[in-house]
């Protein structure tokens, strides 16, 4: 969440509370049009503002965690992908000798390297599955800049054979042109864009 005003900016972002209220407290009003009535955001701790499926009291000790962050102005896909570092931190797992049985071939140097990597706009990477009906995996990548923006998606440890713009529903629409294991996308603002890919 962020608030501005023409000289600085601020960003919050609940880790442990994601419901929020902007500018006032639910006070029981839908507005058919949102006007803020201050720049205060109000997390809902407990998410218990209403009783129907929550105790509207819940005693003992708890820990709610925010990442706060300012700037001179908003800038959208900076504090898409801080809040995105935030939520989903890197893990590590560790892997010792043993579970390596006979030590096979590993797919990444020691130095360490990315699976993927892109280049241009202000996008983030929400999805990288299986495919549902088995054929490759998928990628969901949603434009968080709020403007158009080109990106080049490289996969350098990956012989990709084909690729596919697809619907959410994971439905091929048009193919997309691969080039040294690499491919091409174009976003509106905003646009979520889902691709299919599949290996040699």
């Not at 990442?67 to 560790?94: C, K, N």
Request: aromatic share 10%.
């Amino acid at each position: 969440m962020a608030a501005h005003d023409p000289h600085v900016a601020v960003a919050i972002m609940p880790l442990d509370t994601p419901l929020a209220s902007f500018g006032d407290i639910n006070r029981g009003a839908w507005p058919g049009a949102f006007r803020p009535k201050t720049g205060t955001l109000f997390p809902y701790a407990m998410n218990n503002y209403w009783h129907t499926n929550y105790r509207a009291g819940q005693g003992g000790e708890f820990t709610f965690r925010y990442a706060l962050t300012s700037a001179a102005s908003v800038d959208g896909g900076a504090f898409t992908r801080l809040g995105m570092d935030e939520m989903r931190p890197a893990e590590v797992d560790h892997v010792v000798g043993p579970d390596k049985v006979g030590d096979p071939p590993r797919p990444l140097p020691a130095t360490g390297e990315e699976f993927l990597d892109a280049t241009g706009g202000d996008f983030a990477l929400i999805t990288w599955k299986q495919a549902e009906d088995g054929n490759g995996t998928i990628l969901r990548l949603a434009e968080t800049g709020g403007k158009a923006a080109e990106t080049t998606l490289n996969f350098p440890h990956t012989q990709i054979a084909s690729a596919y713009l697809c619907t959410g529903m994971e439905d091929d629409k048009a193919s997309l042109p691969v080039t040294n294991n690499s491919i091409h996308l174009s976003f509106h603002p905003f646009e979520v864009l889902t691709v299919r890919v599949a290996e040699k």
